[in-house]
């Protein structure tokens, strides 16, 4: 089966500047996650979706991060503008529902601000 | 908020068994033990996952105390491709199903 896909791998931009990033779960997940990953620590959840709804966005900066889920599949996360604490991997993962079941992460974006 | 304790780094011999212990003290009735691995580079990798009772599947095998309260990860025969960040993670239905990422512990399989 398809992996969690997620473009692109990497990006770099000056800080102030604006980027997004693109998920596409596998198919037929119910949930997708955006985590954020800073070097050397474990990813901390930004929003969890459930098809095109938020569950949760309490960890997500919402002055300078926004992210929506169209038709409940694709998802996009966006800073604007970035700042250089902002570096890190962004990591997509979906999953069939919110009760016990796995998650499936993408291999990440890694966005560097400089 | 991550709900686990485990150590920052082990070291294994290759061929041997890798014994990662967690501790969830705070654990609930209703809250899953995940285990979960991170490679260098990539995304986090589904490992096991069990409620009270002992599980085993292909890659490892979860021991779960009696009491709940701690847990173990056994991959039975290491080898070098096991080396990666392992992260224990605690998961319940009433934060929403989050998975709470700690800090994890740095395996390095030695040859």
């Known amino acids: 089966e398809a992996g969690v896909a997620q473009s692109p791998r990497y990006k770099i931009i000056e800080k102030r500047q604006s980027v997004a990033f693109w998920c596409n779960p596998i198919?037929?997940?119910?949930?997708l996650y955006w985590y954020q990953q800073i070097l050397g620590q474990g990813p901390k959840l930004l929003i969890q979706f459930q098809n095109n709804g938020v569950v949760d966005d309490s960890q997500l900066p919402k002055d300078r991060f926004s992210a929506e889920r169209l038709k409940g599949v694709d998802s996009t996360l966006k800073i604007q503008p970035a700042k250089l604490e902002d570096s890190a991997v962004y990591l997509c993962?979906?999953?069939?529902?919110?009760?016990?079941?796995?998650?499936?992460f993408g291999q990440g974006t890694r966005l560097t601000v400089v | 908020d991550a709900k686990t304790t485990q150590p920052t780094s082990m070291d294994c011999a290759e061929g041997r068994a890798a014994n990662l212990p967690c501790n969830h003290s705070?654990?609930?009735?209703?809250?899953?033990v995940y285990w979960y691995r991170q490679i260098h580079s990539q995304g986090p990798q589904y490992i096991i996952h069990?409620?009270?009772n002992n599980e085993t599947n292909e890659m490892a095998s979860l021991i779960i105390t009696e009491d709940r309260k701690s847990s173990t990860l056994i991959l039975p025969h290491a080898t070098l491709r096991d080396t990666a960040v392992y992260y224990c993670i605690v998961r319940s239905r009433n934060t929403g199903n989050q998975f709470y990422f700690g800090t994890g512990t740095s395996l390095t399989v030695i040859p």
């Open positions: 705070t654990i609930s009735g209703n809250e899953y």
């Open positions: 993962a979906s999953s069939p529902g919110q009760v016990e079941v796995k998650a499936f």
């Open positions: 198919s037929g997940h119910a949930t």
């Open positions: 069990g409620l009270k």
